[in-house]
């Protein structure tokens, strides 16, 4: 076990409900490696996370944790982040979890561009009720629910969120670990919304059911499949078809929301309650 | 010598201005009639006093955010009404698993479904204690005047941090909107309650580890306890578990919390009740009707009296069941198809014949529909 591991996860908690092959492992090794990178103080970072395979990760890091329910982690997690503006807040969540049952409460954090980063690890599938189609599913793929292949179209989740104001996007995959855990660290470093879409692997339901193959020939895919988000101008659109781009994908600076709120609100508010005595 | 204050103030108003007396600093809520005022006052208030106020983008949302502000040792609260509060049911049931102290308004409004959004109604009275899924605990309290309002929500906040337990604060449209002296209270002479913080090491810390079975002591989020809050049924350390005895200790553990203090929880009033014959069972704005309506009815040569039902949810079972062995009947007038009724007949055990009379046009149920109903018993 690595120093890391030992320092950030509850050994206590293993072994995981993840299955064996399964790209979360990756993902949530990724998170805890940014977390070292940034020194961040252990006792004042807060992890959420709502419900699905991607939800239980919380439970195995030793931090404060909170595994709220379905969708609803960014909307704990403003309230955890507002009240106390001190704790860097960290929401772990899936593709049915961020953009099916919470897609609105992810659009609204997005907006406000609250200093929260959201990890979303995205398998294309709710794992956890073994396999239907998620917002996420690509159109003509197979789900318990869709045997008759997948005719939703899905989100592109970094154009969502960089349209509702996330001030920070990228994406990766749990193919690409170290670049996965540069990229975390930068979201969890960026003051504001941050988003980072990890691509992730569940040969169990997706994998099997559409006929990719075991966990080395999902990361295989992965691999295939991204592009340097810097690289994607470059390619014809026939080079681009069926491609998604990796890497940081926006990054701007605009008012941070607890900033704004202690900023502007507050005083004005402590001036009328003056006024009025 | 403090001051005396007295002011003119909505139920609406006094429902906030209590709740900041009471510590409240974080409230997120989403507007809905008749509860809205309760958020733009808190909107303009809790930064004058360095809290927290933000409008959710849904009702669902609120009450996460709430939830999520109370781990990290905050007192909050959110304001609806029907429609919003069903909608809050899922993470109010989070709250009473997880055991995280807050305060939810209710505001009724007539229902179902969106209803008559702007008309009194007492319809949410089972909803409020069986609203969220499964065997839960919960406290509801429903106050029967403004200034009431004022004192009662400042209990909730105490039950709620006390018992690290949801607390429903009950009200209904005409309490809400209406508007009546307050004489408020000197803050020196408040008793107000915060949850029990741990003391121990890191290391000892069982999260649900209750001495004697009762209330854990609850550490807020960034105090250095790192503990895991899930959903999911859990052991003592805060941990996931499956099917079996833990399960069962707990469900048992987070109702006995309220089940042992039923007695001391139960707030009642009661009025012209020494020697009354007829026993009018009301609680919310209805009661005033009652009141007035006993008032009336001892000038007639009626001897009714009034038992206010203050503690809604866990029910004030004995003075009932005590009343049930004195009086020839129980009338109970309330706006709905007879919610309280129910309870009453179930606390009577046959003692007294229980008679209903509702209303659910939107409409007050006046004093003069209760004497008729009480003459004709």
Redesign the interface.
């Known amino acids: 076990m690595s120093e890391v591991v030992r320092k950030y996860l509850r050994a206590d908690m293993m072994p995981t409900i993840w299955c064996p092959g399964c790209g979360h492992g990756i993902i949530m090794g990724a998170v805890i490696r940014a977390i070292d990178q940034l020194g961040l103080d252990q006792n004042k970072t807060v992890i959420v996370s709502g419900i699905g395979c991607a939800s239980r990760a919380p439970g195995y890091m030793d931090f404060d944790t909170l595994h709220t329910t379905h969708g609803r982690a960014l909307a704990f997690a403003t309230g955890i982040k507002l009240a106390n503006p001190e704790l860097t807040v960290i929401v772990l969540t899936g593709d049915g979890d961020a953009a099916a049952i919470g897609g609105n409460h992810l659009i609204h954090a997005a907006r406000r561009n609250i200093d929260i980063t959201t990890v979303c690890f995205n398998n294309s599938i709710y794992g956890m009720t073994s396999g239907q189609y998620s917002p996420m599913t690509p159109k003509g793929y197979s789900a318990t629910t869709a045997p008759y292949g997948n005719i939703d179209r899905p989100f592109d989740l970094c154009e969502l969120v960089k349209a509702a104001g996330a001030t920070y996007v990228a994406r990766s995959t749990a193919a690409h670990p170290r670049a996965l855990t540069d990229l975390v660290a930068k979201a969890i470093s960026h003051h504001g919304f941050s988003f980072v879409e990890a691509i992730s692997g569940c040969p169990t339901y997706f994998g099997r059911k559409n006929k990719i193959g075991d966990a080395p020939a999902m990361i295989n895919w992965m691999k295939e499949h991204s592009v340097p988000a810097r690289a994607v101008e470059k390619l014809t659109p026939e080079q681009r078809a069926g491609k998604f781009p990796i890497g940081e994908l926006y990054v701007s600076e605009e008012p941070e929301y607890v900033d704004e709120y202690v900023n502007v609100i507050i005083p004005r508010a402590k001036e009328r309650a003056a006024k009025a005595e | 010598m403090a001051e005396r204050k007295v002011l003119l103030m909505q139920g609406n108003e006094a429902c906030a201005e209590g709740a900041i007396a009471a510590g409240l600093?974080?409230f997120?809520g989403y507007p809905i009639t008749p509860s809205t005022e309760i958020a733009e006052i808190l909107s303009?208030r809790?930064?004058?006093v360095?809290g927290?106020f933000?409008q959710?983008?849904?009702e669902?949302?609120?009450m996460?955010?709430?939830?999520?502000?109370?781990?990290?040792?905050?007192k909050?609260m959110t304001a609806t009404s029907g429609p919003g509060f069903s909608l809050k049911q899922?993470?109010l049931g989070?709250a009473a698993l997880t055991e995280v102290p807050c305060v939810v308004v209710n505001v009724q409004r007539m229902g179902p479904s969106t209803g008559l959004p702007t008309s009194p109604a007492q319809g949410d009275l089972m909803q409020a204690r069986w609203g969220t899924h499964g065997d839960h605990p919960i406290v509801v309290l429903s106050p029967g005047s403004v200034a009431e309002t004022y004192t009662l929500i400042i209990k909730a906040f105490n039950i709620s941090e006390r018992l690290r337990v949801p607390v429903i604060f009950l009200m209904d449209e005409v309490i809400g909107h209406m508007r009546e002296k307050v004489v408020i209270p000197d803050p020196a002479t408040l008793a107000v309650v915060d949850r029990v913080r741990p003391t121990c090491p890191r290391e000892q810390y069982l999260p649900y580890g209750a001495v004697d079975g009762d209330v854990p002591p609850m550490a807020d989020?960034?105090?250095?306890?790192?503990?895991?809050?899930?959903?999911?049924l859990h052991g003592v350390n805060g941990?996931?578990i499956g099917p079996g005895k833990a399960s069962e200790e707990l469900i048992v553990r987070i109702n006995r919390k309220i089940e042992r203090r039923a007695d001391e929880l139960a707030m009642y009033e009661e009025v012209l009740m020494d020697d009354a014959e007829v026993a009018i069972v009301s609680f919310g704005s209805t009661a005033r009707s009652a009141i007035y309506a006993a008032r009336q009815l001892r000038v007639a040569g009626v001897k009714a009296g009034v038992i206010r039902i203050i503690t809604v949810w866990p029910f004030p079972e004995k003075v009932i069941a005590k009343a049930a062995g004195r009086v020839r009947a129980f009338v109970v007038p309330e706006m709905n198809l007879g919610q309280l009724a129910l309870e009453v007949e179930r606390c009577a055990h046959g003692g007294a014949p229980v008679h209903k009379l509702s209303r659910v046009d939107g409409e007050l149920i006046t004093p003069t529909q209760i004497v008729d109903a009480v003459k004709g018993v």
């Open positions: 600093r974080f997120a303009e809790l930064p004058q360095g927290k933000i959710m983008e849904d669902i949302a609120s996460a955010a709430v939830v999520g502000a109370s781990l990290t040792g905050t909050a899922e993470n989070f989020f960034g105090s250095g306890y790192r503990w895991h809050v899930t959903g999911l941990y996931p």
